[in-house]
């Protein structure tokens, strides 16, 4: 016979951990998952004339206004702190974005 009494109560250390940290994970992937249905606040966007105007936030208590002037192919950026001040931050050849967003960047690449 086996002389080992096993008490069915009593949990092993190792599954304890385990158990815990299952609990942890589970609570971790619920908080994730909360946030999911949270609505995202763009701005604005508008049209005027040719420009295409958007706003966003930037965190902060500052927001991005972003200028599109398709004439010369060109993004105007904008910061407005608190609502109150207007700061100009730079002005952005398009072509340029993308070429950069795609990797490309502005040197020559050897072949």
Same mark, same amino acid.
């Given at each position: 016979?086996?002389?080992? !009494?096993?008490? &069915?109560?009593?949990? &092993?250390? +190792?599954? %304890?951990?385990?158990? &815990?940290? %299952? $609990?942890?994970? $589970? ?6 998952? *909360?946030r999911?249905g %949270? ?5 604005? /966007? ?6 295409? /105007?958007?706003? %966003?936030?930037?965190?902060? !208590?500052? #927001? ?7 004439? *010369? #192919?060109?993004?105007?950026?904008? +910061? ?17 974005? $993308?070429? !950069? +967003? ?10």
């Amino acid at each position: 016979m086996n002389n080992q !009494s096993h008490d &069915a109560r009593r949990v &092993a250390p +190792g599954a %304890a951990v385990l158990w &815990a940290s %299952a $609990f942890v994970i $589970f609570a971790m992937i619920l908080a994730q998952a *909360s946030r999911l249905g %949270a609505p995202a606040y763009a701005g604005d /966007v508008s049209t005027v004339g040719d420009f295409t /105007v958007l706003t %966003a936030a930037a965190g902060n !208590s500052e #927001d991005i206004l972003l200028a599109l002037d398709p004439r *010369s #192919d060109r993004v105007l950026v904008y +910061g407005i702190l608190r609502g109150q001040s207007l700061d100009f931050r730079g002005s952005y050849e398009l072509s340029e974005l $993308f070429q !950069s +967003g795609r990797g490309g960047g502005t040197q020559r690449r050897s072949r």
